[in-house]
C-alpha cells in the first residue's frame, strides 16, 4: 500500500533494552524524519535524513541511533531505553522543495518500565 | 526556546458554531507555514501550507489566514462537526520545520 507506515504502533519494553522503530514510505521522498511527542511540547525532532546514507541530528538525539541504508526505509534505535524515552513516536516524508508535502506515520507509542 | 507559540491551549465549541484559533511565530527567514489536523491517536495531517505571499488559504470548511509583516497566521472553522474534534498544529518553515503545541478543539454537540 502507498504511504509511510510505522511499525510497531505498540511497544512496551524496559530500562536498559535496545528498541528500534521501523519506518517505511513507498513515495520514495528523499526526506525523513523522526519526532516524538510529548504532553505539552510540539513535535521535536529527533534526527533526520536527506538521502540514504545521509541523517544529521535534530534538538533531542541524545540515547537514539539512525539508519538510512535504503531510501524507503528509516529505522530508529533507541540503544538503551530510559524512562524518559517513553513517548510517542512520528516518522514523515517530505518530497523536494521547501513547501513539499510533509506526510506522517501513525505514530509509534513507546512505554520504558 | 520555542519559535512558534500557538493559542488558545484548548477550547470548547457547540457544534454549528465557528472559531479562530492563532499561531504567533518568530521564526526568520520565513519560508512557509503549515497547519496540520492530528486526531487523538494518529498522525498529523496537513490542512493547509501557505508561503510568504499568500494571506489566506482555504481547505473546506477551514481557511487559514497569514500576516507575513506581523508574524502571525489563524485557523478559522466554520460551522464545526463533531470530526473537528482534534489537535490543531501549526508549523513553520525557514531551512528546518518548527512546531507548534497545538490548539485542543473539543467540539461538543
Known amino acids: 500500500d502507498a504511504g509511510i507506515t510505522q511499525s510497531p504502533r505498540y511497544k512496551i519494553t524496559e530500562t536498559g533494552r535496545q528498541v528500534t522503530l521501523m519506518c517505511h514510505q513507498t513515495?520514495?521522498?528523499?526526506?525523513m524524519f523522526w519526532y516524538r511527542q510529548d504532553l505539552g511540547h510540539g513535535l521535536r525532532l529527533i534526527y533526520y535524513?536527506?538521502?540514504?546514507?545521509?541523517?544529521d541530528k535534530g534538538e533531542v538525539s541524545d540515547g537514539y541511533v539512525v539508519s538510512r541504508s535504503k531510501t524507503e526505509n528509516f529505522p530508529l534505535t533507541l540503544e538503551s531505553a530510559t524512562r524518559s524515552q517513553t513517548s510517542v513516536y512520528f516518522c514523515?516524508?517530505?518530497?523536494?522543495?521547501?513547501?513539499?508535502?510533509?506526510?506522517f506515520g501513525e505514530g509509534s507509542r513507546l512505554t520504558v518500565l | 526556546k520555542n519559535q512558534v507559540e500557538q493559542s488558545p491551549q484548548s477550547l470548547i465549541i457547540l457544534e454549528g458554531k465557528n472559531c479562530t484559533l492563532q499561531?504567533?511565530?518568530?521564526?526568520?527567514?520565513?519560508?512557509?507555514l503549515r497547519w496540520y489536523k492530528q486526531d487523538t491517536g494518529r498522525g498529523p495531517v496537513s490542512l493547509t501550507i501557505?508561503?510568504?505571499?499568500?494571506n489566506t488559504k482555504s481547505n473546506g470548511r477551514y481557511t487559514a489566514t497569514l500576516d507575513a509583516d506581523t508574524k502571525q497566521s489563524s485557523l478559522h472553522i466554520t460551522a464545526s462537526q463533531l470530526s473537528d474534534s482534534a489537535s490543531y498544529i501549526c508549523?513553520?518553515?525557514?531551512?528546518?520545520?518548527?512546531f507548534g503545541a497545538g490548539t485542543t478543539v473539543t467540539v461538543r454537540a
Open positions: 514523515a516524508s517530505k518530497g523536494g522543495g521547501n513547501t513539499g508535502e510533509l506526510f
Open positions: 513515495w520514495s521522498h528523499s526526506y
Open positions: 535524513s536527506a538521502a540514504a546514507d545521509i541523517t
Open positions: 499561531c504567533n511565530y518568530t521564526v526568520s527567514p520565513f519560508s512557509n
Open positions: 501557505m508561503t510568504f505571499s499568500e
Open positions: 508549523v513553520v518553515s525557514d531551512y528546518k520545520l518548527s
